[in-house]
């Protein structure tokens, strides 16, 4: 996307009064987020979605987890909260990685249809419950679906008009 067209798409979404989840795939994409912090078009908490293995983005490997972590740190403080999304075969091994950093994650089809290697996922919930049991291992605990809309500021089904 070009800087208009990506200044167009905040100042629409802003006018809905809609959060934005920023797809970051190289360690660039979050100093453009920060550019568009330091305009004043985007307010924190940010919710940045890291986003590994996918061609021309960043590689799926602890360095570049740590590289592209470490620069939303420097850039965004405590003003950020993250998720983690490992393509294809990357999923796991880089959901592992955030969760341990205290991260969240995403899973699914979408991104991969393995649970394993050489096996097919039958659905999204067993890729779900597959990460489940990694960060209760780790001792994370699950949100709800309650305490995920308010982490991420959602402002609710019954708080949105159709257009």
């Known amino acids: 996307n070009t800087f208009k067209d990506i200044d167009y798409i905040i100042k ?29 078009l985007i307010k924190p908490p940010f919710f940045i979605q890291f986003i590994f293995g996918v061609m021309g983005g960043i ?17 965004f403080g405590d003003n950020y909260i993250f998720s983690v999304l490992g393509a ?4 796991f091994p880089m959901c592992e990685l955030s969760l341990k950093a205290g991260g ?22 067993e890729q779900v419950e597959k990460v489940k049991q990694m960060a209760t291992k780790i001792g994370r605990e699950i949100a709800t679906p309650d305490e995920t809309r308010e982490i991420l500021g959602l402002k609710g089904k019954e708080n949105t008009k159709n257009i």
Not at 60 to 69: G, Y
Not at 110 to 119: I, T
């Open 104 to 125: 969240n994650v995403r899973v699914g089809l979408e991104d991969n249809l393995y649970l394993d290697k050489d096996v097919l996922a039958k659905n999204n919930a």
């Open 12 to 40: 629409t979404v802003n006018d809905f009064g809609t959060k934005f989840e920023y797809e970051c795939y190289d360690v660039g994409h979050l100093y453009n987020l920060a550019h568009f912090a330091d305009l004043g």
């Open 59 to 75: 590689g799926a490997d602890e360095e570049s987890f740590n590289f592209m972590k470490q620069t939303a740190d420097r850039l």
């Open 88 to 91: 294809g075969k990357y999923q």
